[in-house]
């Protein structure tokens, strides 16, 4: 277990901005033998939607946002390449990015790195990614599972947009798909027909890890 204090530390590095301190704690983290993904969910990602919210009562501004997100990114790189991966391959080969006119890929990234430590050979296409690239990137290296990350409510609609294009393309039924991002949710995931929807990087693998036993 992770000291409140120090997840607070991580949480509040974030949120002042602080880069050389974000860094330092990721190292110390590290160094202490902390668990790299507690660190990551309750501590720098805490730290980040505190910068959200402030974002959205204007108590900062987009410069900001920008800033705090590269402290955020700078710290979880080093937290994600400290992953163990585990040995055994799970075999799900999983395409996976932030749709199309989305920028947003800290979350998406965590997801990488956890589905990475869990033995699935995972394809990232990165961020704002054309809905037919998935497809693509699906059909070329023989994919199970094609995940869908979305941070804006109008982005959303992409997810959706990959449901169409692979029911249109028949090849609804060749792969499993995953939805994921903040304000994506159960209801939507429902609503477009994906086949699973997580809520985090550790909900993620759960759900793939079912989808292929179903
Ligand atoms: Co933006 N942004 N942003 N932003 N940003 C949000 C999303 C926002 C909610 C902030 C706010 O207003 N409160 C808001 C969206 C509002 C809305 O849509 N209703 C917003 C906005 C408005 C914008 C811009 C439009 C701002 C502007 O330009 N005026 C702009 C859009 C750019 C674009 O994409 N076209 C923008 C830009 C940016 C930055 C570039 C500055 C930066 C992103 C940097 C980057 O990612 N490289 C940024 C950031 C950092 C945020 C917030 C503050 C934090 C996002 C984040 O990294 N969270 C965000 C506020 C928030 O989400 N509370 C906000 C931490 C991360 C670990 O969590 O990404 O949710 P998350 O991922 C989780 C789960 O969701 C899940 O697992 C992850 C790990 O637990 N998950 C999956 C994610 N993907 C998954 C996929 C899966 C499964 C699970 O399967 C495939």
């Not at 990137?137 to 941070?151: K, N, P, Q, T």
């Not at 609609?157 to 249109?168: F, I, P, T, V």
């Amino acid at each position: 277990m992770v000291s409140r204090e120090f997840l607070e530390a991580a949480a509040e590095s974030v949120v002042k901005c602080d880069k050389d301190q974000a860094v330092d704690l990721a190292h110390q983290a590290l160094d202490k033998g902390m668990d790299p993904l507690e660190v990551i969910t309750d501590g720098f990602t805490v730290g980040i939607v505190r910068v959200g919210e402030m974002f959205d009562r204007g108590e900062l501004f987009l410069p900001e946002l920008v800033l705090c997100s590269e402290v955020m990114k700078a710290a979880t790189d080093i937290l994600n390449a400290a992953v163990v991966k585990e040995e055994q391959v799970k075999g799900a080969k999983v395409v996976i990015g932030t749709v199309e006119g989305d920028i947003h890929d800290i979350g998406k990234g965590i997801v990488v790195t956890l589905m990475k430590a869990h033995g699935f050979e995972v394809y990232d296409l990165g961020r704002d990614v054309p809905i037919m690239r998935f497809i693509e990137e699906a059909e070329r290296v023989g994919a199970d599972v094609i995940g869908s990350s979305a941070l804006l409510t109008t982005t959303m609609e992409g997810q959706k947009k990959l449901e169409e294009a692979l029911r249109q393309e028949g090849l609804r039924e060749k792969y499993k798909t995953i939805v994921g991002g903040a304000p994506v949710t159960e209801r939507w995931r429902k609503r477009i027909g994906a086949d699973a929807y997580a809520e985090n990087a550790t909900d993620a693998v759960t759900k793939v890890l079912q989808l292929l036993e179903g």
